[in-house]
Protein backbone atom coordinates (compact mmCIF):
# COMPACT_ATOMS: atom_id res chain seq x y z
CA UNK A 1 0.00 0.00 0.00
CA UNK A 2 2.91 2.37 1.17
CA UNK A 3 4.56 1.64 -2.51
CA UNK A 4 1.28 2.21 -4.36
CA UNK A 5 0.70 5.53 -2.52
CA UNK A 6 4.62 6.51 -3.01
CA UNK A 7 4.31 5.90 -7.03
CA UNK A 8 0.73 7.97 -7.00
CA UNK A 9 2.41 10.88 -5.35
CA UNK A 10 5.05 10.90 -7.90
CA UNK A 11 3.07 10.86 -10.96
CA UNK A 12 1.32 13.66 -9.16
CA UNK A 13 4.67 15.56 -9.27
CA UNK A 14 5.41 14.73 -12.88
CA UNK A 15 2.16 15.65 -13.52
CA UNK A 16 2.34 18.93 -11.98
CA UNK A 17 6.05 19.54 -13.92
CA UNK A 18 4.40 18.61 -16.90
CA UNK A 19 1.67 21.06 -17.10
CA UNK A 20 3.91 23.90 -15.66
CA UNK A 21 6.62 23.58 -18.86
CA UNK A 22 3.60 23.14 -21.29
CA UNK A 23 2.25 26.71 -19.63
CA UNK A 24 5.92 28.43 -19.88
CA UNK A 25 6.48 26.95 -23.51
CA UNK A 26 2.79 28.29 -24.62
CA UNK A 27 3.97 31.64 -22.91
CA UNK A 28 6.97 32.17 -24.17
CA UNK A 29 5.60 31.44 -27.37
CA UNK A 30 2.93 33.94 -27.63
CA UNK A 31 4.96 36.79 -25.92
CA UNK A 32 6.92 37.29 -29.94
CA UNK A 33 5.26 34.43 -31.88
CA UNK A 34 8.36 34.13 -34.27
CA UNK A 35 6.61 36.13 -36.11
CA UNK A 36 8.51 37.67 -39.04
CA UNK A 37 10.25 40.77 -38.71
CA UNK A 38 7.97 43.78 -39.98
CA UNK A 39 5.59 42.12 -37.85
CA UNK A 40 7.43 42.31 -34.86
CA UNK A 41 7.32 46.12 -35.06
CA UNK A 42 10.54 46.73 -36.79
CA UNK A 43 8.44 48.82 -39.51
CA UNK A 44 10.15 49.83 -43.09
CA UNK A 45 8.22 53.11 -42.89
CA UNK A 46 6.66 54.06 -45.60
CA UNK A 47 7.79 52.51 -48.86
CA UNK A 48 7.20 53.37 -52.73
CA UNK A 49 8.10 50.26 -54.69
CA UNK A 50 7.77 51.49 -58.41
CA UNK A 51 6.52 49.38 -61.40
CA UNK A 52 7.13 49.91 -64.65
CA UNK A 53 4.87 52.87 -66.40
CA UNK A 54 1.02 51.40 -67.62
CA UNK A 55 1.06 48.30 -65.36
CA UNK A 56 -1.70 47.40 -62.91
CA UNK A 57 -1.22 44.75 -60.22
CA UNK A 58 -3.01 41.36 -60.62
CA UNK A 59 -2.42 39.72 -57.63
CA UNK A 60 -0.41 39.93 -54.06
CA UNK A 61 0.59 37.09 -52.28
CA UNK A 62 3.48 36.88 -48.89
CA UNK A 63 5.66 33.82 -49.15
CA UNK A 64 8.49 33.36 -46.20
CA UNK A 65 9.20 37.26 -45.85
CA UNK A 66 8.46 38.25 -49.19
CA UNK A 67 5.84 40.03 -51.36
CA UNK A 68 5.02 38.41 -54.68
CA UNK A 69 3.24 40.71 -56.86
CA UNK A 70 2.10 39.90 -60.34
CA UNK A 71 2.13 42.83 -62.73
CA UNK A 72 0.06 43.25 -65.88
CA UNK A 73 1.68 45.35 -68.29
CA UNK A 74 0.00 47.96 -70.78
CA UNK A 75 0.50 45.28 -74.18
CA UNK A 76 -1.21 42.53 -71.80
CA UNK A 77 2.04 40.52 -70.50
CA UNK A 78 2.92 39.80 -66.98
CA UNK A 79 5.83 40.10 -64.54
CA UNK A 80 6.01 39.30 -61.13
CA UNK A 81 8.25 41.27 -58.50
CA UNK A 82 9.59 40.04 -55.72
CA UNK A 83 9.86 42.66 -52.58
CA UNK A 84 11.35 41.83 -49.19
CA UNK A 85 8.54 42.52 -46.20
CA UNK A 86 11.50 43.64 -43.60
CA UNK A 87 12.68 46.49 -45.49
CA UNK A 88 10.49 47.17 -48.47
CA UNK A 89 13.09 47.02 -50.77
CA UNK A 90 12.05 45.15 -54.53
CA UNK A 91 14.27 42.17 -54.82
CA UNK A 92 13.71 41.57 -58.65
CA UNK A 93 11.37 41.44 -61.51
CA UNK A 94 11.11 38.43 -63.94
CA UNK A 95 9.76 39.36 -66.98
CA UNK A 96 8.43 35.89 -68.93
CA UNK A 97 9.25 35.82 -72.54
CA UNK A 98 8.18 33.16 -75.37
CA UNK A 99 11.48 30.71 -75.52
CA UNK A 100 12.48 30.61 -79.01
CA UNK A 101 10.83 27.51 -81.55
CA UNK A 102 12.89 24.39 -81.57
CA UNK A 103 13.94 23.08 -84.91
Partial sequence: MRALKTL????????VVGLTVVVIT???RTGDGGAP??????????VQVAIPAGA???T?????????VTLVQSDG???????????GK????????PSPPTP
Avoid at 8 to 15: E, K, T
Avoid at 90 to 97: H, N
Wanted: overall charge positive; glycine content about 12%.
Fill in 56 to 58: RVE
Fill in 8 to 15: VIGMAVLI
Fill in 77 to 87: SRRTMVVDLAT
Fill in 26 to 28: AIK
Fill in 90 to 97: RLGMIRFV
Fill in 60 to 68: TTVDGGRLV
Fill in 37 to 46: VAAKGAAFGD
